[in-house]
């Protein structure tokens, strides 16, 4: 179990193991989420929307018909080209 105190002004400390478990870096941003008990749990924010994205493009792929990088590429060229 890792402990932070709170300072005066609201601010933490996270301890040198949680910042290495979430992949912190400075200038990152933490989010917090609270559950239905009311307990919180934090995680790095951009990783989460990075997960969040994946989910939400999940399957596009197969719906558009891109099977493979060759076809990545022909998208990329119709969009940037027009061909």
């Not at 200038?27 to 934090?42: A, H, S, Y």
């Amino acid at each position: 179990m890792n402990l932070a105190k709170v300072s005066s002004s609201g601010q933490i400390t996270v301890p040198v193991e949680v910042r290495r478990a979430l992949n912190l870096k400075p200038g990152d941003k933490v989010l917090f989420i609270q559950n239905e008990r009311g307990q919180f749990t934090i995680g790095n924010a951009s990783a989460q929307a990075i997960y969040k994205a994946q989910a939400a493009f999940e399957g596009v792929a197969e719906k558009i018909g891109i099977k493979n990088d060759d076809d990545i590429q022909a998208l990329v060229n119709e969009v940037r080209y027009g061909k």
